[in-house]
């Protein structure tokens, strides 16, 4: 089944200490991005892939690391979370031309205490 | 900069009523204009999208959408709602840029479906 995987789902961590949120796609798409939902502000894209090693800022990365080391995986790091990253994490794989539809995963609700 | 305007962050509608979401974007050339689907804890699916040619576009589950040029508008009907229908919707527009695809997403409209 075609799909983008994330891991975990859900986590709760306290300000300070390193995180890393996983995302996989099996469909051996080009461009993967990760997104930040909040409510009343839609998603806003945080970085995004265009291929293995090739990476680049979206709206809101400060905070954000990622890497593109393999085609099919696209980690997001967190080195110092802080409470304001408090919100629902997606990660999204496409083709790659803007034409094209991403396909989401299932989300990570991460919470920053 | 492009951005994208969603009109209404909730809209309660009656079983078997019209729904209407509306989206205004602005951009300083056509984009590519999508609407996605949230269901209650689950990730973003496709609903339509406008690429080129018709500009009447036609989606899952009954949905269609208007790309309107001259209004820069690309608003979401179905003639009849269903308690299936409740969820939020997105309404994004992209452009390829030569450091990539950039997709901006409005705020999101959530649907309640009375019975």
């Known amino acids: 089944e075609a799909q983008v995987t994330q891991n975990p789902r859900y986590l709760i961590t306290v300000t300070g200490k390193k995180l890393t949120v996983t995302c996989s796609q099996n469909?051996?798409?080009?461009?993967m991005s990760w997104y930040r939902q909040d409510p009343g502000l839609g998603l806003r894209q945080i970085y995004y892939?265009?291929?293995?090693?090739?990476?680049d800022k979206g709206d809101v990365p400060e905070g954000y690391k990622v890497s593109r080391k393999e085609k099919r995986n696209f980690p997001l790091i967190l080195e110092s979370p802080s409470p304001n990253q408090t919100s629902l994490y997606f990660c999204?794989?496409?083709?790659?031309?803007?034409?094209?539809?991403?396909?989401f995963g299932p989300g990570t609700r991460l919470t920053v205490t | 900069a492009q951005s994208v305007t969603q009109l209404g962050s909730h809209v309660s509608v009656s079983e078997g009523a019209l729904v209407l979401l509306r989206c205004n974007y602005s951009?300083?050339?056509?984009?590519?204009l999508f609407w996605y689907v949230q269901y209650p804890n689950q990730g973003l699916q496709l609903l339509l999208k406008?690429?080129?040619?018709?500009?009447l576009v036609k989606g899952i589950n009954g949905f269609e959408a208007e790309f309107k040029k001259s209004e820069t508008s690309f608003h979401l009907t179905k003639p009849s709602a269903h308690m299936s229908d409740a969820a939020e919707y997105f309404c994004?527009?992209?452009?390829?840029?030569?450091?990539?695809?950039?997709?901006?997403f409005g705020g999101g409209t959530r649907v309640l479906v009375k019975p």
């Open positions: 999204a794989s496409s083709l790659g031309k803007g034409r094209d539809e991403q396909y």
């Open positions: 469909m051996n798409h080009e461009y």
């Open positions: 892939s265009m291929n293995v090693e090739v990476t």
């Open positions: 951009s300083s050339v056509p984009p590519y």
């Open positions: 406008y690429t080129t040619g018709a500009t």
């Open positions: 994004a527009v992209t452009k390829t840029l030569a450091a990539g695809n950039k997709l901006t």
